[in-house]
């Protein structure tokens, strides 16, 4: 399968109307300058202070798996900078935080030494502890061995996709990995969930019933752990061999979501855990393309399975909606500041995004309405934000709803790093996730503004980030049996005024001042 064909997943484009896509002059997006994106060399020496002084809280957590998940996401974000940051690990990184010889450094050590074969954190380490510094609480756990459970595979009928499920258990800790796997795609995987192992019936239970709902009858098979270890090695290493053909930048956001680790950090510390199961007995899998082209049936069957990561999630207790909502801001006191928001739509390959300035004091219904107009959504449909405090949007007792237009978005976001998401229509589900960057002084200028951003956003009701990226590849292809009626259902005269590429920060700030929003 090709790359672009890659891209295609889950549901067409619904026709329910004409959309337009507006056109924009292109202006020059904002860079991060982080290696990955910037392609910058690799420096060994930029990280290691931050990355002891992040280990503080590594020394005072007595669970293990959170110091292997603090090094799984280190270790991933230097895989995605560059070929060269293996030889910095071992040659600039690891002796460099060894010759800070404190308890945190030794953390640091021990966790890149569980999750990474290869290195040499394990003799650095040694030559602490060796030396006197205290070891975090948690080491001696790290040294004893790993049970595996009964190892699962569930498939559809057709053969499009499965999940992979097995926990784990070491020093009387338990968890559990999910891993859907997508048959269309190389078998690649396309998700990994790290669950606590007390919700693996409700896991199991979740499999099955999606796949009833759905219409199928999932089947359920018991691997042996060698077997299980060469399914998900398959999986890994042909979503590895894909990434490789990505921007980095298109994988930043696939580091951490507000849920916890993302893809790169879970396949990390996954690949740690099935180094403790037997060798499989077969050889390592050919990365074969597969041509298959997905039908409308097996595009709904993997959009079910895909389905199946979030509602797990919620069954493993990751939200945390029970915590209570802050106090609002005064009317009395002092003005709220300017909060700068990076808004990115999840799953938009290559990244579709907006920053945004507005105050500190924005109701989340005003902040639905400047969202709605940055990415050029209709408001058509419904919407909800899902923060750490609850749930909000358009009141509504079934769904668990709190009415948004009380709460501010500093009551959900507090401070610089916090991070919620916005759900905008529920069928399509184009899921923004939205991360406070900066707190600003407010300035005599008028919020809020779009201050920068990467492309256009897709239509209304064109199917979702796949569906989108499927539309995409037709229009892009004239001799497409479906180009023309693609053009006719986007009221386009041309292939030509479809301009996917295109933004403008003015345009947007214009349009946010003209609705007078905030």
Request: hydrophobic content about 40%; aromatic content about 6%; charged content about 25%.
């Amino acid at each position: 399968m090709s790359p672009e064909s890659r891209r295609r997943k889950r549901a067409k484009p619904s026709r329910s109307g004409q959309q337009v896509v507006r056109r924009a002059r292109p202006v020059e997006a904002d860079q991060c300058d982080c290696p990955a994106c910037s392609d910058a060399d690799f420096d060994p020496q930029n990280p290691i202070g931050d990355l002891v002084a992040g280990a503080a809280d590594l020394i005072k957590t007595d669970d293990p798996i959170e110091a292997e998940l603090f090094a799984a996401t280190f270790l991933s974000a230097g895989d995605l900078a560059g070929e060269g940051f293996t030889e910095a690990l071992n040659e600039g990184i690891l002796p460099a935080i060894a010759e800070i010889a404190t308890s945190e450094a030794l953390a640091v050590l021990l966790a890149i030494d569980a999750v990474r074969e290869g290195t040499v954190a394990a003799t650095a380490a040694q030559r602490l502890m060796d030396e006197g510094v205290a070891a975090p609480s948690w080491a001696g756990e790290l040294r004893q061995p790993v049970r595996v459970g009964p190892c699962r595979r569930f498939a559809d009928p057709a053969g499009s996709a499965s999940v992979l499920v097995c926990a784990f258990e070491r020093a009387g800790r338990s968890h559990g990995f999910l891993v859907h796997v997508d048959h269309l795609d190389c078998d690649a995987a396309a998700d990994i969930v790290l669950f606590p192992a007390h919700a693996l019936n409700e896991v199991v239970t979740t499999i099955v019933q999606n796949g009833h709902g759905a219409g199928l009858t999932i089947a359920e098979e018991l691997l042996d752990p060698a077997e299980f270890r060469w399914q998900v090695e398959r999986a890994l290493d042909a979503r590895a061999d894909h990434d490789q053909e990505c921007d980095p930048s298109e994988l930043d956001d696939e580091l951490d979501d507000e849920n916890g680790p993302g893809y790169h950090p879970l396949a990390v510390l996954l690949r740690a855990r099935i180094r403790t199961l037997p060798e499989p007995t077969r050889p390592p899998a050919q990365h074969d393309a597969d041509d298959r082209q997905p039908t409308l049936e097996l595009l709904a069957m993997m959009n079910q399975i895909a389905g199946q990561a979030q509602q797990i999630q919620t069954l493993a207790g990751r939200r945390t909606a029970g915590r209570k909502l802050p106090a609002k801001r005064r009317k009395s006191g002092p003005a709220a500041p300017i909060y700068q928001l990076k808004v990115g739509l999840r799953g938009a390959k290559p990244p579709i995004w907006r920053r945004l300035e507005l105050p500190a004091d924005t109701s989340l219904a005003d902040l639905h309405n400047i969202i709605q107009v940055a990415f050029g959504w209709d408001d058509s449909h419904l919407h909800v934000f899902e923060t750490a405090y609850g749930d909000f949007g358009v009141a509504d007792r079934e769904l668990g709803y709190r009415a948004e237009a009380p709460v501010t978005l500093e009551q959900v976001a507090p401070g610089v790093g916090d991070r919620f998401r916005y759900t905008y229509d529920f069928g399509d589900n184009w899921e923004h996730e939205i991360v406070v960057e900066k707190v600003l002084p407010r300035q005599p200028i008028t919020y809020p503004r779009c201050t920068g951003g990467r492309r256009a956003a897709p239509p209304d009701d064109c199917g979702g980030v796949w569906g989108y990226a499927e539309l995409v590849e037709v229009l892009n292809d004239p001799a497409h049996p479906e180009h023309g009626d693609r053009l006719e259902w986007l009221g386009l005269a041309s292939a030509a005024d479809f301009q996917p590429a295109r933004f403008d920060a003015t345009e947007i700030t214009r349009a946010l001042t003209e609705g007078s929003h905030g």
